[in-house]
C-alpha cells in the first residue's frame, strides 16, 4: 500500500498542473471572494442636490457622510446635473433636498426629501436605500426628540447576531471550503484515475494481485491529506487575514470535514468509473457537480428563495447540508445536538457513494 | 514450472463487431509462441481473455488448468503481462517504475534482481532519468523488466516491438529467447511478419480468425503453388501489367524492392520468359524474373486470399 501511495504523491508532485489547482487555487478562491467580491456597502460615491441649504439638510448631509458608509461625489447645482452624474456611472445614489426644508419642517410638520439611486444592481440600489431612510429617520427622530414633539414612538433595535458587521467573507468562508475539498478531492482523484485508463497503466493493475480497495485506497489517501491540508489553509487564512472567528469546536469542525472529504473522494471513483477518459471526467465532475454545488448549495443564492423544483434539487446536494454545518460551528459555535440531522445525511451518502464506488470499480476492462 | 495454455472455441463479441470467431488453441510448456496478424486482427482482445481483463462472450481458456473466468485471481499471479502501449507511468523514474511494479507484486527489485539482471543492466545507467524521457528501444526493456519482475510463469507480450528501431527489436528477440531458456512460456503478438520466423511456432491472424497454426517452417514449405520475384526499371507500372498477361498469375503484391507473384497451373519453365517477354511489350526494362522461397509473409497473404 505504501508505495503506492508514495507513487501518487510522486505524480502529484511532478505535475505542476495538479500542483496549482491543489494549491494555487484555495488561496486564489478564498482571496477572491474574501477581497474582490463583496457586498458589503462602504464609500459608496454620491451626489448632493441641496436645494434649501439650510441648517438640517447640512446636519443630514454631515450624518451621512460621516457614516463611512457614503463618500460625496460632487454637490450638484440644478436637476439637470443628475441625468449625466448617472449617465457617467460616477455615483450610485443623488439625494434632493427640497426648497425650504427647514422652514416646511418647522411649519408644516414635513418636509420632502427624494432619493434616485442607479438599480443596474438591484442588489446594491436596495441596500444604499436602506442605510440612507435608516440614517435620515434616526436623525428625524433625535431632531424631534429634542424639540420635545413626539409623545409616543416605537424604536426598533435590531442586533445582527452571528455577524454583527455583516461581513461578506463570513459567507463565503464556509462556501468557499466546500468547493475547494469538492474540486480537489471528486475532480482530481477522478482525473488520476482516469488517467491511468488512458495511459494504459490500469491494464497492468488490474493484472496485478491488487485488490480493488487497495487500488482505491492507493489512490485516495493522497488526496485526503492534502485536501486537509487545504482546509487547514483556508481556515487559517480566514482566521488571520479576514478575522473570521471561529466559535464552535475546532475538532468537530474537521471531523465533519473529513467525512465531507470522503464523500467527495468516493463521488470522484463513482466518476472516474463510468467515464474514459480525463476529459470526459473532467467535464463530469466540473458541470455535473461543481456548477450545481455553487448555485444550488446556498452558498451564493439562498435555497429559500428559489422555484421549488430546485429547491428540491438542493436537497440532494450534500454541499448544501454540509455548508450548513460549517456555519453552524464557525458562526454560531453549537455542537452536534444542533446538526446531527445534516451531518446524518452526509454520513449516509458517504456510506451509499463508497458502498457504490466499490461495486462500480471494475476488475475488468468491461 | 512452466505452465501451458488451452484455448476452446472462444468467441468475443463487442458491441458491434465480432473481434474473435471460434478460436482454439494449445501452447506447450516453454514454448514461444507468436500471434502474427495486421492491427484489428484480435491479438490484443486474445491476450486481454488470456490475462483475464475481458470476459469471453463464449468459450473458454485455460492456463495452467485455471479457468480464465472462475480462477482469474490465480492466473493473474501467475502472468506477466506487458501490454501494448507499454504501461509504464512515465512522469516516474526508471528505477521508480521498477520497484512499484515489484511491490504491487509483493516482492522487491533487490530479491528479484538476478531474474531481470540481462535486460535491467542495459538501461541501469539511466535509472534516475524519467520513463517518458527513454527512447522506445528502452522503454521497452523497462516494460519487459515490469512485466518480469514477479517471476511469471506465462510471459505475455503484445506487440512489444512496435514502434522500436531495427536493432532493438533484434535485440529483444535476442532476450526473448534467452528468457524461454529458463522455461518460461512466452506469448507474443507482432504485425511484423519477419519476426514469425524467430518464434516456436505461430498463429497466423486475421479478423478475429486463425488462419493457420504451426512452426513457421512446415507454413512456409507448405506454400501451395510456386513463387516468382519479379525487378524491372518500371516498379510502378508492373503490378497492373502483371495482372494482364495470364489468368494463373495471381497474388502479386510488393514485397520490398520486388513484386511476388504466385502460379499454379502453368509449366514451370514457360513462366519466366512468357513473363519476361510480356514486359517488354509493354515498355519494360531491365526485366528480372526468377522463382524465390516462400516467406510467412507470402504465406500470409495467400491465406487472407482463400
Request: glycine share 6%; proline share 4%.
Amino acid at each position: 500500500m505504501w508505495p503506492f501511495i508514495k507513487k501518487e504523491f510522486f505524480h502529484i508532485f511532478r505535475d505542476i498542473r495538479s500542483m496549482v489547482i491543489l494549491f494555487g487555487m484555495p488561496v486564489a478562491q478564498v482571496l477572491l471572494f474574501g477581497f474582490a467580491i463583496t457586498t458589503d456597502i462602504k464609500d459608496v460615491p454620491i451626489a448632493i442636490l441641496d436645494h434649501s441649504k439650510d441648517h438640517v439638510t447640512r446636519e443630514i448631509t454631515s450624518k451621512l457622510l460621516s457614516s463611512g458608509y457614503f463618500k460625496l461625489e460632487s454637490n450638484l447645482k440644478s436637476n439637470d446635473g443628475i441625468g449625466n452624474s448617472f449617465k457617467r456611472g460616477s455615483v450610485k445614489e443623488v439625494i434632493v433636498f427640497e426648497d425650504n426644508f427647514a422652514k416646511k419642517l418647522e411649519k408644516e410638520g414635513s418636509a420632502n426629501v427624494q432619493l434616485i439611486l442607479d438599480a443596474s444592481e438591484p442588489n446594491t440600489a436596495t441596500m444604499i436605500n436602506a442605510y440612507t431612510t435608516g440614517i435620515i429617520n434616526t436623525h428625524t427622530m433625535q431632531m424631534m426628540k429634542t424639540a420635545g414633539k413626539i409623545p409616543m414612538s416605537i424604536i426598533t433595535e435590531s442586533k445582527m447576531l452571528y455577524n454583527p458587521e455583516l461581513k461578506s467573507v463570513y459567507m463565503f468562508v464556509p462556501g468557499v471550503i466546500t468547493i475547494i475539498l469538492m474540486l480537489v478531492s471528486t475532480m482530481m482523484t477522478s482525473i488520476s484515475i482516469t488517467r491511468e485508463k488512458e495511459m494504459g497503466t490500469m491494464e497492468a493493475l488490474l493484472v496485478s494481485p491488487l485488490k480493488p480497495i487497495q487500488i482505491i485506497l492507493g489512490k485516495v489517501i493522497p488526496y485526503i491529506l492534502l485536501s486537509f491540508i487545504n482546509l487547514i489553509v483556508i481556515l487559517l487564512m480566514a482566521r488571520f487575514v479576514f478575522g473570521m472567528p471561529i466559535q464552535g469546536n475546532v475538532v468537530l469542525l474537521l471531523l465533519e470535514s473529513i467525512m465531507f472529504i470522503v464523500m467527495a473522494l468516493a463521488l470522484g471513483i463513482l466518476i472516474s468509473a463510468v467515464s474514459k477518459s480525463q476529459q470526459q471526467a473532467m467535464l463530469l465532475s466540473m458541470f455535473g457537480l461543481l456548477l450545481p454545488t455553487i448555485m444550488l448549495s446556498g452558498f451564493i443564492f439562498p435555497v429559500e428563495n428559489m422555484p421549488y423544483i430546485l429547491q428540491l434539487i438542493s436537497h440532494v446536494m450534500p454541499s448544501k447540508w454540509f455548508i450548513i454545518i460549517v456555519k453552524a460551528i464557525m458562526l454560531k459555535g453549537v455542537g452536534i445536538a444542533y446538526f446531527w440531522k445534516e451531518t446524518l445525511i452526509i454520513f449516509g451518502t458517504t456510506i451509499f457513494l463508497i458502498a457504490m464506488s466499490v461495486k462500480k470499480f471494475k476488475l475488468r476492462l468491461e | 514450472m512452466s505452465v501451458k495454455l488451452e484455448i476452446q472455441e472462444l468467441n468475443k463479441d463487442f458491441e458491434k463487431v465480432k473481434a474473435l470467431k471460434n478460436v482454439s488453441l494449445k501452447v506447450e510448456p516453454g514454448e514461444l509462441f507468436g500471434f502474427i496478424g495486421p492491427d484489428g486482427a484480435g491479438k490484443t482482445t486474445l491476450f486481454r481473455l488470456i490475462t483475464s481483463l475481458l470476459l469471453p462472450t463464449s468459450g473458454s481458456i485455460s492456463v495452467d488448468g485455471l479457468d480464465c473466468v472462475s480462477d482469474f485471481k490465480k492466473i493473474r499471479n501467475l502472468t506477466g503481462y506487458m501490454p501494448g502501449r507499454f504501461s509504464l507511468y512515465l512522469d516516474l523514474t526508471v528505477e521508480e517504475n521498477l520497484n512499484f511494479y515489484a511491490s504491487i507484486f509483493k516482492t522487491s527489485l533487490k530479491e528479484n534482481y538476478h531474474l531481470i539482471k540481462d535486460i535491467y543492466e542495459q538501461i541501469e545507467p539511466f535509472k534516475k532519468r524519467k520513463a517518458g524521457d527513454l527512447s522506445g528501444g528502452m522503454k521497452q526493456k523497462l516494460a519487459l523488466s515490469c512485466a518480469l519482475i514477479h517471476k511469471p510463469k506465462l510471459l505475455i507480450l503484445d506487440e512489444p516491438t512496435t514502434g522500436v528501431d531495427a536493432v532493438s527489436r533484434k535485440e529483444f528477440w535476442e532476450l526473448l529467447k534467452k528468457m524461454q531458456k529458463t522455461g518460461i512460456t512466452i506469448l507474443v503478438s507482432t504485425p511484423y511478419m519477419d519476426e514469425a520466423s524467430l518464434c516456436d511456432r505461430v498463429a497466423l491472424m486475421q479478423k478475429g480468425e486463425i488462419m493457420a497454426v504451426d512452426t513457421p517452417e512446415i507454413i512456409v514449405n507448405s506454400y501451395a503453388g510456386r513463387l516468382w520475384e519479379v525487378k524491372t526499371n518500371n516498379m510502378f507500372a508492373l503490378l497492373s501489367n502483371l495482372n494482364e498477361i495470364n489468368d494463373d498469375i495471381r497474388l502479386i503484391f510488393r514485397f520490398g524492392e520486388t513484386v511476388h507473384f504466385t502460379t499454379t497451373k502453368l509449366e514451370e519453365d514457360t513462366v519466366s520468359t512468357l513473363v519476361a517477354s510480356s514486359l517488354k511489350e509493354k515498355g519494360h526494362e531491365n526485366i528480372v524474373v526468377k522463382k524465390t522461397v516462400a516467406q510467412i509473409e507470402d504465406c500470409f497473404l495467400a491465406l487472407m486470399e482463400e
